[in-house]
């Protein structure tokens, strides 16, 4: 069906085995709390009963386990191998929020992990540690309360040293040099010594980057050794408890991407130093085309839980959108056709509070999934092996002289509902005059009509198609310019039973 574009529509901007109710089989349904999203609420919630009252949120729902993180650079309670969050910077005391809430809750006598960890276990739900190997938020910002001192007064420990590099990651810490894989044996002793958990796990993904530039895969063996310690700690103190620790990593979505970047996750799986895997995008987008098949073929048979970040784009040169329920589903029905079938993992989902307290609540079987609204994204892979790697995965933005293909993954399609695809272009003088043709594995659109748009200034059109169009896995979504001047498309979905 042709459709011309006339008027813009305004738009509002192994551990723990305990079942989730969500989905007969699946063992896991993993909620990350970042480490400093608690931190920023009143203060008034920084007493023991609000902790509390914070896992009951979620206790008696489809959470199996809550990973908690204490540390960025600095941590959120009084350490004695690092520095803490409230701990002076240029001989004087931050006044984050963040900062200031984690020291009062210091002061009153409460580590809040402590809390969470014993009310975790008094309403079923499995507590774990999550430990960001290397994150590097704000390092160039002088003087920023979250770095650590250490890190400022030991340049030569960065991966570019001596701050001759540019962007965050080159300010990383470089896990080739002893002195830093000491520094966070350190507080991966006193993490696992301090708290009772069942596991923990070690954050790779935030940030990425370990290793010397250019040399990560000749490196790869660093990380391994480092998590062979990881595991050496975690079985004595094991021991010592009657019971084993789990650990986890969180790496790319690839195995061979992974490797690439110094976290041969595979060769960690098949030693038996990690109990559970989470592949992961990094932060610019949710990933909708990992797929279990690539891990299992390399040889990976623990646990598998995949994992997205709360929010989607097509590209880095395009504005990232918080999720919506029906992304989710999206993206829940796209990792379970991919072979996902141990569970989910959920990063950054709590702070859309209505949003984490929906999801958690809500059945999302696949029966379920088939009657609900579900958008399947044209997502990227945003990290790869390098910026050039991430850059051929991003197919938008694409100019339309003519014609452009798009394959979307879709999962397992429901039998019945609405079918229909969400297209938007880049707003442009001329667009009005622009005519455009869709169609879904080769059906032409049945109706075409105005979209609300889901970027600032772009233009949206929604293209409905025939019951049955669309089929399980990559679909094949065209967009053809019948008439008018050349447009560019930056955002790409097909919809199932979505009004």
């Given at each position: ?26 063992k ?27 896992i009951?949120s979620?206790?008696?729902t ?9 540390n960025g650079?600095?941590t ?5 191998v ?32 402590s ?7 008094e ?20 003087g ?19 701050g001759?590099?540019?962007t ?11 002195e ?16 009772d958990?069942?596991?923990l ?18 490196q ?10 990881v595991?050496?700690?975690a079985d004595?103190?094991g ?7 789990g650990?986890c990593?969180?790496?790319p979505?690839e ?40 891990w ?7 646990p ?7 929010g ?7 504005r ?6 029906a ?29 984490f307290?929906?999801?958690?609540r ?37 100019k ?8 979307i993954?879709?999962?397992k ?16 003088p001329?667009?009005?005059k622009s ?20 970027g ?8 409905r198609?025939e ?31 979505l009004?």
């Open positions: 069906m042709k459709y011309a574009l006339v008027y813009v529509v305004a738009f509002a901007c192994v551990c723990c085995g305990y079942v989730c109710g969500a989905e007969e089989g699946s896991f349904f993993v909620i990350n709390e970042d480490n400093d999203h608690y931190f920023k609420q009143d203060a008034s919630l920084m007493t023991k009963q609000a902790l509390e009252n914070y009951d979620f206790a008696d489809g959470v199996t386990h809550f990973f908690m993180c204490p650079q600095r959120s309670y009084r350490t004695s690092w520095e803490a969050m409230w701990d002076d910077v240029d001989g004087k005391p931050p006044t984050d929020i963040w900062a200031v809430n984690a020291k009062k809750l210091f002061d009153d006598g409460i580590d809040p992990y809390v969470w960890i014993a009310r975790c276990r309403r079923g739900i499995s507590p774990w540690l999550t430990m960001r190997m290397n994150d590097v938020h704000f390092v160039t910002t002088k920023y309360f979250r770095n650590m001192n250490y890190w400022r007064a030991n340049p030569q420990l960065w991966r570019v040293p001596n001759a590099g540019g965050w990651t080159d300010y990383a810490f470089d896990y080739s040099k002893p830093v894989q000491k520094y966070s044996l350190a507080l991966v002793r006193e993490l696992l010594e301090r708290y958990v069942d596991g796990e070690l954050d790779w993904m935030r940030f990425c980057l370990h290793l010397t530039p250019g040399k990560s895969f000749e790869r063996g660093v990380l391994t050794d480092f998590v062979r310690r595991r050496e700690i004595e103190i021991r010592e408890r009657g019971r084993r620790i650990i990593a969180r790496v979505a195995p061979d991407v992974g490797a690439w970047l110094g976290m041969d996750a595979v060769e960690w799986a098949k030693e038996g130093l990690v109990d559970m895997l989470v592949p992961s995008c990094f932060f610019s987008s949710a990933d909708f085309d990992m797929e279990a098949r690539s299992r073929k390399a040889g990976v048979k623990i598998l839980l995949p994992a997205l970040d709360n989607v784009c097509g590209s880095r040169r395009l990232r959108i918080i999720m919506d329920r992304m989710y589903n999206g993206w829940i029905a796209n990792m379970r056709y991919g072979g996902f079938s141990d569970g989910l993992y959920f990063f950054n989902l709590v702070y859309s509070p209505k949003l307290a929906e999801l958690v809500a059945d999302i079987s696949d029966s379920a999934l088939e009657r609900l609204p579900r958008r399947h994204v044209l997502s990227f892979r945003d990290y790869m092996e390098s910026p050039e790697a991430s850059r051929r995965m991003e197919r938008l933005p694409e339309i002289s003519s014609r452009a293909e798009f394959a993954q879709c999962g399609v429901p039998p019945s509902g609405e079918v229909s695809a969400r297209v938007d272009f880049r707003d442009s001329d667009f009005e005519v455009f043709e869709a169609s879904l594995n080769g059906g032409k659109a049945v109706r075409a009509e105005p979209a609300a748009p889901v600032k200034g772009r233009r949206g059109a929604r293209f198609f019951p049955g169009s669309a089929r399980d896995g990559v679909n094949s979504l065209k967009i053809s310019l019948v008439s008018g001047a050349p447009q560019t498309v930056e955002w790409a979905e097909i919809d199932f039973n009004k």
